[in-house]
Antibody, heavy 120, light 108 residues
């Protein structure tokens, strides 16, 4: 059974960089035809896709966040990571990592999510 | 403004049928991408229940069904159960994954 687990600080100061890692267990990121993605959900709001990465390092970003976001993959550690620069309170959300079957496909499975709060 | 528009809420009594619509905005009206549906129970991550417009995910009860026609898709729950009370999201593609705003299903 494939499991994904998010990890990272729960509190980030405004203007700093948010860094999260997703560890994949029960399966390998490489080689596979899957894509690996990050999403978030703000309090009381809907879902937003942030970015996705292929095991070879091909990256795909939400145009509205692209200038501040970097997604990377580390196949040796079976992990992929997210960085968001210059965070504000608007970046406060539950962050999820998930697998995509193709870049235009659905997300399954998802990690349990991790709460990140941006506050001084 | 979401590319995909869903009603904020729907409700029904146990055993009734409810339908949730998901309409693509005119920003990419010519696109013909698949629509997928997720169920999110309180305090949990979303879980895919329908993928590829109408294919039920493994283990999903057959009271859940979905269809897509043109720029609109819909999810139907036939025989509503108390455990179906949750938020439901549609998802498609528009220069990246896009989601509807979500629909809260309340079982009366």
């Amino acid at each position: 059974q494939l499991l994904l687990q998010e990890s990272g600080p729960g509190l980030v100061r405004p203007s700093e960089t948010l860094s999260l890692t997703c560890t994949v267990s029960g399966g390998s990121i490489r080689p596979s035809s899957y894509y690996w993605g990050w999403l978030r959900q703000s309090p009381g709001k809907g879902l937003q896709w942030i970015a996705s990465v292929y095991y070879r390092g091909n990256t795909y970003y939400n145009p509205s966040l692209k200038s501040r976001v970097t997604i990377t993959v580390d196949t040796s550690m079976n992990q992929f990571s997210l960085k968001i620069d210059s965070v504000t309170a608007a970046d406060t959300a539950v962050y999820y990592c998930a697998r995509m079957w193709e870049i235009r496909d659905w997300f399954d499975p998802w990690g349990q999510g991790t709460q990140v709060t941006v506050s001084s | 403004q979401s590319v995909l528009t869903q009603p904020p809420s729907v409700s029904g009594a146990p055993g009734q049928r409810v339908t949730i619509s998901c309409t693509r905005s005119s920003s990419n009206i010519g696109a013909d991408y698949d629509v997928h549906w997720y169920q999110q129970l309180p305090g949990t991550a979303p879980k895919v229940i329908i993928h590829g417009n109408s294919h039920r995910a493994t283990g999903v009860p057959d009271r859940f069904s979905a269809s897509k026609s043109g720029t609109s898709a819909s999810l139907t729950i036939s025989g509503l159960q108390p455990e179906d009370e949750a938020d439901y999201y549609c998802q498609s593609y528009d220069n990246g994954a896009v989601f509807g705003g979500g629909t809260k299903v309340t079982v009366l």
